[in-house]
């Protein structure tokens, strides 16, 4: 605490990443960070880009927007990109989601969000989830001005299909649908086709996870012309550069290479179903994923404890203290190796 804080400064709540250990050895299973490195094609391009690295990158990463709305299927102006998406959900709170009603989102959901309400100053609500940790959309019949979730969720990684989004978004035609879809590519539907016909939705998607560049920062959204437009202007308000010239070569990159992709995905998601088989047969509930990573609690142990007893042996998981959740673990998907050695380990301390 400073005299010299503005007032807000004191309010704040401020986001604790997973840890980052500085000691080599560990397996680390608690930020989802894809276990695979990423494209060669995307450090090639990153290494040629190092060459233009005097000159300042574009403004409008033109390359690395025509690459995304090839992909999904959109215009390139209907794309926005921002270092990592956690700079594209920034920007999202403050133009499209400061109003009198409030936004609304689950309470068990990627636990950034309340601290952008914070830090600008949006109200909001949050709805429970099911008994079965789903979100159930007909609860968000009650007054609010946007919906926000996240899907698969985190750190559930609990999925609703496209055409639930699709019926959500029809039925509330005059309050923002925003789908943050930073696990998508592991096996759920992405809204982003529903983009074209919807002008009340946007989609915000990572190439942090599945394209397993979490290092280069560098997350978008897919919508309407007119909600491109806000983000635009608050990030020209913000910083002109928000992606370096390195991080727009290498995100371009692997965009377009669709094997690589294609390759790793399928490996991560093979891990996590036999992941899940492993850890029920130990006694585990696992919730039904569709991410990089599964929820998982024992009857018999608290999450805690076992969090505690793995990082002794070596291995990082996620625990969440929290109201409903803190018998649960959030383990990502690991090499087929690490994915065993974790089971072996929690054989001997069940
Ligand atoms: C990882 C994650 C993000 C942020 O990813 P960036 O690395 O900032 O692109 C956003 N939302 C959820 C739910 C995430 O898990």
């Known amino acids: 605490m400073s005299r010299f804080w503005s007032p807000l400064v004191h309010t704040l709540s401020p986001y604790v990443p997973g840890e980052q250990p500085k000691r080599d050895g560990l397996i680390k299973l608690n930020t989802n960070e ?3 490195p990423p494209s060669p094609r995307a450090l090639a391009a990153i290494a040629s880009a190092t060459e233009r690295l005097r000159l300042y990158p574009d403004p409008h990463a033109t390359a690395l927007r025509e690459a995304i709305a090839a992909r999904t299927g959109v215009a390139p102006d209907e794309v926005f990109v921002g270092n990592g998406s956690d700079e594209v959900l920034a920007h999202t709170f403050q133009a499209l989601l400061k109003h009198d009603a409030p936004l609304l989102f689950p309470d068990i959901t ?3 969000y309340p601290v952008y309400c914070r830090l600008y100053g949006v109200h909001h609500e949050v709805v429970p989830l099911d008994d079965a940790m789903q979100i159930q959309p007909a609860d968000y019949r009650r007054p609010g001005s946007a919906i926000l979730l ?19 978004i029809a039925e509330h035609p005059d309050r923002l649908v925003i789908v943050d879809e930073a696990y998508v590519d592991f096996g759920a539907e992405s ?21 397993a560049l ?10 309407q012309r007119p909600l491109i437009d806000a983000l635009e202007r608050v990030k020209d308000s913000f910083n002109s550069y928000p992606l370096d010239g390195l991080a727009q070569a290498g995100a371009a990159a692997a965009i377009a290479d669709d094997a690589w992709f294609t390759e790793t995905r399928g490996r991560i998601i093979a891990s996590r179903e036999k ?24 009857p018999g142990h608290r999450g805690a404890d076992l ?9 990082l998981v996620r625990h969440f203290q929290k109201p409903r959740i803190a018998d649960f673990l959030r383990i990502t998907v ?10 072996a380990l929690l054989r001997e301390l069940l």
Do not use: M
């Open 34 to 36: 894809n276990p695979y």
């Open 110 to 112: 990627y636990s950034f």
């Open 150 to 168: 996240c899907n698969p969720n985190a750190p559930t990684g609990v999925a609703l299909p496209r055409a639930a989004i699709a019926a959500l």
């Open 191 to 211: 809204a982003a086709s529903l983009v074209k016909r919807h002008d009340n939705l946007l989609v915000i998607q990572t190439l942090s996870k599945s394209r």
């Open 214 to 223: 979490a290092g280069l920062r560098v997350g978008f959204a897919i919508g």
């Open 275 to 298: 992941l899940t088989e492993s850890l029920t047969a130990l006694g585990f509930d696992v919730l039904p994923s569709q991410a990089n990573f599964v929820f998982a609690r024992h």
């Open 307 to 315: 969090a505690a007893g793995l990082r002794e042996r070596g291995v």
């Open 334 to 343: 690991g090499t087929e190796d690490e994915c065993s050695q974790l089971i």
